[in-house]
């Protein structure tokens, strides 16, 4: 490959790679905007560093996600004082460690995206294919949603990526039969993709088609399955829990295996697949141009043809199409990413198609130019949406602040009663309590540590309409104290101030709570109350 080559294959990395730090950096406090899945997978990690693979979260499974909070808090902790015991360490300074996990997963995902380029250029011979591929993470509206941030969808594109170099590696192999090598390659890379997360599934569609031989396809299947075991070794110490909940997801038409045990509601189905299509036309306009050409090709050429390229690109496209019905089923846009994630094989499948179809000296040059023309369409698009999103997260995380800073002026000592929003807090202490309700048996080790940290923290949990709390509550722990006490709501309305105060207080009379408003924020609706009893 010519030095050039190199060099335009570093570009979309080193893109990728600037995109997430800014990103990251734009955000900055996790604690303040996305406690969820963030202070799920730090709590998890960070049991699991401690040497325990049993962790409580097993869902996802997001194993892979675990382990690399595992082995950044570890190094990170290792640069740090060690006044402060470890575990006190990484929650104090939660987003800390987390913004350096964060960093870490963009690092990996920009070198396997160079890797991948340099391999698929390689395999094919042809840079712009190299090129394409490099835009895998890149098809999806959500990623500037979560490129900053630390959810296990950010490690998606790894193994789409290793199962793209797969199938482009066999279509172009003249091998009859598949090495024992080529099937663990294929498990191995379904395995890890389970492991982060369950949307990898129809995926596994692809190989089954491309791989000859039921034989062969039921060791790679098993293969899978066990490779699944060793990725994400703690769904063992759970099992019942893990196939029960799996389950669910089918045959419940709720989220997360929730909802009436009726598969699906046809009228929210069909209104989200309306939904899907009016909003992703360039997705659907491709998908049934190759599946055309795909039709086009298995008549024309019925006599001659390529079975791994018509079986690879026809399981691209059935997996493509599950993920949409599963959209549709649970409008989740995240559950799309692995499909998307496909775009750049489907369209390298179909031009391959397509120059066997035509007869035409100069194919490769028009093919490269449609990439690039692609390319540069794309890259207009994508601009624009980072702009879109950055201002928005901005301009969010700037309204947000200054509640946080107004926080920090209050009294270590204080009683603080939260009634939050679900998704972030100015109060670390928020944090702090959907780490302990997701820390299971790890709490056994981390509990004394929460109540060191934020003693006296009680919370309001609106969407599950209870309150949370360290050890075990009295009302006149909060009001017969010479402690301030504070009363926080985001969401305000006089009517959720009362429903807080009530489980929060109970027995208590409201109407003997004096409340003197402090702070508000206009913004984003949070209020911010000095109660005192009569």
Not at 205 to 214: A, D, Q, R, T
Not at 500 to 521: C, H, R, T, Y
């Amino acid at each position: 490959m010519k030095k050039y080559g190199k060099i335009l294959l570093i570009l979309l990395p080193f893109f990728y790679l600037i995109l997430g730090f800014y990103f990251n950096q734009v955000i900055n406090m996790f604690s303040v905007r996305n406690v969820d899945p963030e202070y799920v997978y730090l709590t998890n990690g960070l049991y699991m560093s401690l040497g325990h693979l049993n962790v409580h979260h097993i869902d996802n499974p997001g194993t892979p996600l675990q382990m690399l909070v595992a082995v950044v808090c570890r190094i990170v902790y290792a640069f740090r004082s060690h006044e402060i015991p470890y575990i006190e360490d990484v929650l104090m300074n939660s987003d800390l460690y987390l913004n350096m996990i964060n960093h870490v997963v963009i690092s990996i995902t920009a070198v396997v995206l160079f890797l991948a380029g340099l391999i698929v250029t390689r395999l094919t011979n042809f840079l712009p294919y190299g090129l394409l591929v490099q835009a895998t993470p890149f098809y999806s509206q959500i990623t500037y949603d979560i490129i900053g941030r630390l959810t296990p969808e950010l490690l998606i594109p790894i193994p789409v990526l290793l199962l793209t170099i797969m199938i482009l590696k066999v279509v172009g192999s003249n091998e009859k039969k598949f090495s024992f090598r080529t099937l663990l390659f294929f498990s191995m890379i379904s395995g890890f993709g389970l492991s982060i997360k369950l949307t990898f599934l129809p995926l596994l569609i692809i190989p089954v088609l491309v791989i000859p031989g039921y034989k062969d396809k039921g060791k790679f299947l098993l293969l899978s399955i066990i490779s699944l075991f060793v990725f994400a070794i703690p769904i063992l110490f759970d099992l019942v829990f893990f196939t029960t909940w799996m389950k669910d997801l089918f045959i419940h038409s709720g989220h997360y295996g929730g909802g009436e045990g009726n598969f699906i509601v046809w009228e929210q189905f069909f209104h989200n697949l309306r939904l899907f299509l009016i909003s992703h036309r360039f997705l659907v306009i491709n998908w049934v141009i190759s599946l055309t050409l795909l039709f086009v090709y298995l008549v024309i050429k019925r006599k001659d043809l390529n079975k791994r390229l018509l079986y690879g690109l026809a399981g691209v496209l059935i997996v493509m199409l599950s993920q949409i019905i599963i959209v549709s089923k649970h409008y989740e846009y995240r559950y799309l990413i692995p499909g998307l994630c496909l775009f750049p094989v489907m369209i390298i499948l179909s031009f391959e198609m397509l120059k066997r179809l035509i007869h035409f000296n100069k194919i490769k040059s028009v093919i490269g130019l449609l990439i690039v023309a692609g390319f540069i369409g794309g890259f207009q698009k994508q601009m624009h949406s980072i702009r879109i999103r950055s201002n928005h997260i901005s301009n969010e995380m700037k309204s947000k602040m200054v509640t946080k800073h107004f926080v920090e002026t209050l009294e270590e000592d204080a009683i603080k009663l939260i009634t939050p929003s679900g998704y972030g807090c100015p109060f670390h202490d928020f944090s702090i309590m959907i780490s302990h309700c997701w820390a299971g048996r790890a709490n056994e080790i981390f509990l004394p540590v929460y109540k060191k940290l934020y003693p006296d923290t009680y919370h309001y949990f609106t969407w599950e309409m209870r309150k949370k709390y360290w050890e075990e509550y009295h009302t006149s722990k909060i009001t017969d104290t010479d402690k301030p006490v504070y009363f926080y709501i985001a969401n305000y309305s006089p009517e959720l101030v009362n429903t807080s105060l009530s489980a929060m207080l109970p027995g208590q009379n409201l109407d003997d709570i004096k409340k003197e408003l402090i702070f508000e924020n206009t913004n984003t609706n949070e209020k911010i109350f000095k109660l005192k009893f009569r």
